[in-house]
Structure formats: C-alpha cells, structure tokens
C-alpha cells in the first residue's frame, strides 16, 4: 500500500490473471479474501475506518458478485 495523503491510501489488490471477457472466471476468491483482509488491517493500523473499490473480479474477472460481496463483508465488518 502506498499512502498519498492524509488518510488517503493506495492499495493494488491482485485477485486475477488475466481477464475472460465473461466467458470464463479468471478471478480467484482466495487471492479477493486475501487482498481485503490486507487492506483491512493496513486500514485499521492506519486509523483508516472505510475503504472504497469498484466490485473487484466480478466484471471481467468473471466472478460472482455476490460471493465476492460477502468476502468483502466478512472482512470490512470487523474492521469496526
């Protein structure tokens, strides 16, 4: 993660290789669960109290949002 401003950070979340153009899933739930539990403790760490992202491997990634929703509840929820 590299912080740009005064609560302001940047965090590159690998959760693919490649992209399907939505023929196929190129997004790894394990690699989403992993990134956001990063990216929850650097937030916490940091005093950081939300975080914002577009939905993440469910476009041309492939992913299912919903599931992909509820890893990304499970991991922001203890973050309070």
Known sequence: ???????IVIANCITQVGYS??????VDYVAVLISLSDVAYYCKEDGIGTFGMPMI????GGGDWQKIKKIVEGVAVPMI
Request: charged share 20%.
């Open 1 to 7: 993660h590299t912080k740009v401003g005064d609560g």
């Open 21 to 26: 153009c939505k023929t196929a899933q190129s």
């Open 57 to 60: 491997g469910a476009g041309l």
